[in-house]
């Protein structure tokens, strides 16, 4: 079977964790400094802090921002829905955006509608590694002065007109879990150019403590730090990422050769100016020859591991058709997520699909997956 994904682990990852161990000193300290200077370095960013996972910096980042219960924040309903409960988590409220049909990211057309004197900020999601349309996006937020959070959990890498994302908003949130195309196995950054932002998610994911360290504390905070020898992961795997972003473009690049000559398929279109990542390759299904459901029956008769990613959107899961359940929901006004009509989100839920594009298939493996294409489609 040729999985979806699979993380990269060789002796370089052992020796590292294993030189750690060695040393005893096993909780966030020195290598997690190094790790975030690197990381920093990399993204193009004054400052980075590790955390405990992508949604704990999520998380962090947006108490970092100083959003507050009550406050609405506009993001996408199509993707992982770690993304939209961050908010909820803090008392914020999700405000939903359809999507651009063709990049499977928001739509920055659809978003003025949705900002009221409650909207505090935005969260763009560069969904599958596709950078979100960050210069219309901050344009917008400029214009209405609002905040921006990128959540580039899955964008490890990407850019726009060569600027890495991660670095246009006032904060960005990463994912190290073991999918991604940098793993740590769990694991998460914050990056900004705030310092202000840096310092206050400095304190709260480490129990409110000052830049002093010591038991002096400033505010409510919690244990989201990250283990040094997750981060001696994650310096080798930052050394490793230029070279598995290159591998999964030109994955990502042989397999829209083919889909692009099938009538039955159109691949998640990259704009001008956009780097993808390619964390996912996800096609879509332009006709009912046949159901989504029997294409991955397909795939997988032929040891190939397809799979549909957010089948069902956010507004559409019954978290979020259960708000009176939230802890915050006698003290905050909701939407009725319930009636939201969010077609392309929806559409792009039903009919898109994963094939492995990841940088550990061989060339013989994307060659096999090129063959079911062909097979599966008839071409």
């Known amino acids: 079977m040729i999985y979806v994904a699979k993380p990269i682990i060789e002796s370089e990852e052992i020796a590292a964790v294993e030189e750690v161990l060695k040393t005893g000193m096993l909780a966030e300290g020195k290598i997690s400094r190094a790790f975030e200077k690197q990381f920093s370095d990399y993204t193009g960013v004054k400052f980075s802090t590790v955390t405990s996972n992508g ?3 999520l998380h962090t980042a947006l108490e970092a921002m100083d959003i507050k219960p009550g406050d609405e924040i506009i993001t996408s309903p199509f993707t992982f829905i770690a993304s939209a409960n961050t908010i909820a988590m803090i008392g ?3 405000v939903f955006v359809d999507i651009d049909p063709e990049t499977y990211n928001i739509d920055p057309s659809l978003i003025e509608k949705a900002i009221n004197e409650k909207t505090k900020a935005i969260m763009p999601i560069h969904i599958f590694g596709m950078p979100a349309d960050m210069k219309q996006i901050m344009e917008i937020a400029e214009k209405h002065d ?7 959990c899955q964008a490890h890498g990407a850019e726009i007109d060569g600027k890495k994302v991660g670095s246009f908003g006032d904060a960005a949130a990463f994912s190290f879990y073991a999918t991604k195309n940098m793993m ?10 705030n310092e202000e932002i840096y310092d206050n998610a400095m304190m709260i994911k480490n129990h409110g403590r000052g830049k002093k360290g ?5 505010r409510i905070g919690y244990n989201f730090r990250m283990l040094d020898m997750v981060s001696a992961l994650g310096i080798v795997q930052l050394k490793r990422l230029p070279n598995v972003v290159k591998a999964q473009r030109k994955n990502a690049s042989e397999f829209t050769k083919i889909v692009d000559d099938i009538e039955d398929l159109i691949p998640q279109k990259e704009l001008d100016g956009m780097k993808s990542a390619y964390h996912v390759y996800a096609p879509i299904l332009t006709s009912d020859r046949m159901t989504r459901d029997r294409i ?6 032929h040891n190939i591991g397809a799979r549909s990613v957010y089948a069902l959107p956010c507004h559409k899961q019954d978290t979020y058709l259960n708000i ?3 802890r915050w929901a006698e003290f905050v006004h909701y939407p009725d997520y319930s009636k939201l009509n969010l077609p ?9 699909f994963q094939i492995p594009s990841h940088a550990s298939i061989t060339d013989g493996e994307r060659d096999q997956i090129i063959s079911a294409i062909y097979d599966i489609f008839q071409v």
């Open 146 to 152: 609002l905040l921006v959070i990128e959540d580039a």
């Open 55 to 57: 949604t704990t910096a």
């Open 324 to 326: 009176s359940d939230w």
């Open 92 to 94: 914020a409220v999700p």
């Open 214 to 218: 010591g038991y002096s504390h400033f």
């Open 184 to 193: 740590t196995g769990e694991g998460g950054m914050i990056s900004t150019n």
């Open 344 to 352: 392309h989100s929806e559409r792009i839920g039903d009919l898109h």
């Open 296 to 301: 991955l029956e397909k795939f997988r008769e």
